[in-house]
């Protein structure tokens, strides 16, 4: 049985916006543990906060250069992420995927970088919606994912495969 939201997403609007960047090649995804902000300790792509006239793909890409040292070549829109918080304010995630770069992941102030094959992601470590798109993502294709969040825990989940997003973004 399909539990009803407890949001009501038709009105749902965050006051965060966001990014993700992943790096896939050969097998392997590059991952951050985050040494500070929200998820501190955590392992997931690197990103953050939109910057005011900044569009979410150049935010991918500044974020990951300032946390990682490195520019991602050609990175792609796969997904959207919708986080209703219970104790932070709400974000809009884009989620962004790239296959190359240049320069050498290093670690900064904000981010520990960790390679893992994709078959050992360590969902354990990392947000509990991950599971449920970030196999999605490896695959390539495109998704919107909707999850209520009580403290650390998703309490609710929708998941959408095969969005089509705009050119560009």
């Not at 038709?10 to 951050?32: D, K, N, Q, Y």
């Not at 360590?122 to 969040?149: I, K, Q």
């Amino acid at each position: 049985m399909i539990r009803p939201s407890p949001i009501d997403w038709s009105t749902w609007s965050a006051p965060v916006h966001a990014t993700l960047m992943f790096v896939v090649r050969e097998g392997r995804i590059l991952l951050i543990e985050k040494k500070r902000g929200l998820g501190a300790g955590k392992i997931n792509g690197p990103g953050g906060k939109i910057d005011p006239g900044e569009t979410p793909r150049e935010c991918a890409m500044r974020e990951t250069e300032e946390e990682l040292l490195i520019r991602v070549k050609d990175p792609v829109k796969l997904g959207e992420l919708h986080f209703a918080m219970s104790d932070v304010p709400d974000i809009l995630c884009h989620v962004y995927r790239a296959g190359d770069f240049d320069g050498v992941p290093t670690e900064t102030d904000e981010a520990v970088p960790l390679w893992f094959a994709t078959a050992d992601i360590p969902y354990h470590r990392m947000w509990s919606d991950d599971r449920y798109w970030l196999p999605v993502m490896l695959e390539g294709r495109t998704f919107l994912g909707r999850f209520a969040f009580t403290g650390d825990d998703v309490s609710w989940n929708q998941l959408v495969t095969d969005v089509e997003w705009p050119e560009g973004e």
